[in-house]
Every structure is written in structure tokens, then in C-alpha cells.
């Protein structure tokens, strides 16, 4: 069973901008869905580029306490968001026996995101208590 993050009383708090795909396949157009994936592939590569931002601030998935998720159109689900493929990935990283915790996470449906191709882009909130580096004068 999984089960939510919260945040304390002298948690820092993180925000991390959105961000997006990376190439998954450098032989179809650039700027195209064939270049990054099906969303999917796009929520799995997106992911993998926030566990690195993440690590960088000394972070895990267990301290991200929301998370906003943007689908825009899937063109091979019928011009549709593709919620199951966005959270077959997202399932591969929250609420697992290695990670239970799940942030409280939104999910929309945009007409378009920035970058070209893209179907896919999220946003964290991550909390964690950091020790203090002062010391007490005795």
C-alpha cells in the first residue's frame, strides 16, 4: 500500500519548474511526437530528468510532496490526453515497495506545450528537513 508525503513545520521547500521530454528516438524529425515518444515514453524520460534535478539537490521521489502533470494530445490516442500511459509510467516511480510515497498530484489536459513534439511536462513541490549548518554558542 502507498502512502502520501506531507510536510512539516522546518521543512525546506522546493520548487521544480516544469520540465519536459527528452529525445527518444534522434532519427524521426526533430520537434516531432516520433522524435520523443508516445507519452509513455515521454512521462518515463520526463521523470528520469527530474530524479537527476532532484539528486542535485539531494533529493529522492519519497520527498516530492505534489506534483502537477500537463498531457497535451496524444495524436495516437485519438487526439486525446493518454492518462493510462502517463500513469503507467508514473506508477513505475510512486507507490512502489522500493518508493511509497505518493505525492498529491493534479493532471491537465493542455492544448500544446512549449517544446515542439511534446506531450508531456511536470512540475514538482518536494519538502525535506535540512540540518541546520549554525551552531549554538555554549
Not at 502512502?3 to 521544480?16: L, R, V
Not at 511526437?33 to 542535485?56: F, Y
Request: hydrophobic share 40%.
Amino acid at each position: 500500500s502507498s502512502q502520501t508525503n506531507y510536510t512539516f513545520q522546518g521543512d525546506t521547500t522546493y520548487y521544480i519548474s516544469g520540465s519536459g521530454p527528452t529525445v527518444a528516438d534522434p532519427n524521426a524529425p526533430k520537434g516531432s511526437v516520433e522524435s520523443l515518444g508516445n507519452t509513455a515514453t515521454q512521462t518515463a524520460s520526463t521523470l528520469a530528468g527530474l530524479k537527476d534535478r532532484l539528486t542535485k539537490l539531494g533529493l529522492t521521489f519519497g520527498d516530492v510532496v505534489q506534483a502537477r502533470v500537463f498531457l497535451a494530445a496524444d495524436p495516437t490516442n485519438g487526439g486525446k490526453m493518454d492518462f493510462a500511459g502517463m500513469n503507467g509510467a508514473w506508477l513505475k516511480v510512486f507507490g512502489t515497495p522500493d518508493q511509497p510515497n505518493k505525492p498529491a498530484r493534479a493532471t491537465f489536459q493542455a492544448a500544446n506545450l512549449v517544446a515542439p513534439g511534446a506531450l508531456v511536462e511536470i512540475e514538482f513541490v518536494a519538502a525535506k528537513k535540512v540540518k541546520s549548518a549554525r551552531r549554538h554558542a555554549k
